[in-house]
């Protein structure tokens, strides 16, 4: 069969590299795609917004499936455009309904469905132009930090967290009445600080059915010790240390479960991926977010302690008969760091050659902002998070090893990335 992937990242290559290795794959396109899934698909140039077009290529190409890597189209429909066309809603989708995805469009909304559903999660107050006020005095009533979330899609960088009060109400009213992020901070999420470890939980679900996948730690600010900016993600380890089979069962039964049951008692068609962003304080787990997609760099931790053949599972989300489905696990850790741009996550440039790709070992590279120079047969930097290097261990400090003595090896003008992953879950020593 012939699977279309939409998305550019190390999450669309993820998922390429894997759905390339079933037996039921004959032919894998991605779009628009990067240097990295160009090597083992076909890239097309198509913008993965414009509906229209991603329709002209289904019916050109002889597309079976269809699996939506990032959030945009999804929020903007996409399952909802196939559905209603008549030559398109007979090829299966893995992303949910527009309904489905506004569990990550609209912090407010996925709020509001925790708290409808009895999913644990922080206390919050969500705050616009006209009760902006009450905003400030909320933010009073609480103690630092304090965390300030834009409602809509801000391409993992609308979440703010201040320990001075006056700079929060300061950055409060400049999210609302300055749109700092645009149309999505127009309405703005308060919420309660939780302390703990977060942990990454995702599931495939048909809406009727779920099966879970590995867990995995991302690590998203762009300086050592997780200080700095937030990135769309610096690196990530699975499985985490510290989930057992006693802890996994108790977030199924407080917050995976209970979100499938609220889906269905909502009639919200969701067939997909579910992205559960957790915190967890003395085995009590509780949401910070959902997303509708699998998370990036967890995808490039996850797909591949994955053994058996992913594409069956997508095809049974898509058609809605997860119900026997079952999944099988590497034991084995894998560790990603991310390579990225010189400046990134604010001002960086891109076209820097990369070079030493050819120089890899026991590791997998997954593209995220790369481009192909035909003509100068190159690979350059098209993004500010431009590789993810991958690799197994038979424990974690063995993969983190074997992964920074590749990355190492890889090189393009302005190159960073961050040498401490998954440090924090190591046995610590004592001097």
Known sequence: MNTLILGAGGREHALAWK??????????????????????ATNLPIVINDFKQIKTAVIEHDIHLVVVGPEDPLVNGIRDFFLQDKILCQI????????????????????????????????????????L????RFLDSLTPPYVLKADGLAQGKGVIILNDLAEAKKELNAMITELRFGEASKKVVIEEFLTGIELSVFVLTDGQDYVILPEAKDYKRIGEGDTGLNTGGMGSVSPVPFVNKAMMKTIEDAIIAPTIAGLKKDNIDYKGFIFFGLIQKNGNPKVI???????????????????????????NTAIGNLKNSKITLDDRCTATVFLVSGGYPEKYEKGKVITGLENMNNCIVFHAGTATDIEKNTIKTNGGRVLAVTSYGYTLAE??????MNAGNIHFEGRYFRNDIGNDLQPQTGS
Do not use: W
């Open 289 to 315: 977010e959902y997303n509708c997609r699998l998370g990036d760099p967890e995808t490039e931790s996850i797909i591949p302690r994955i053994q058996s053949d992913l594409l069956p599972l997508l095809i």
């Open 133 to 136: 006020e009450e905003g400030l």
């Open 92 to 131: 299966p989708i893995v992303g949910p309904s527009k309904a489905g995805a506004m569990l990550e469009g609209s912090k407010d909304y996925a709020k509001d469905f925790m708290l409808r559903h009895q999913i644990p999660t922080a206390g919050y107050m969500t705050v616009s132009a006209e009760n």
């Open 399 to 404: 993969a983190l090893q074997n992964t920074y």
């Open 19 to 40: 759905i390339a290795q079933s037996k039921l794959s004959d032919k894998v396109f991605v779009a628009p795609g990067n240097a990295g899934t160009r090597s083992i």
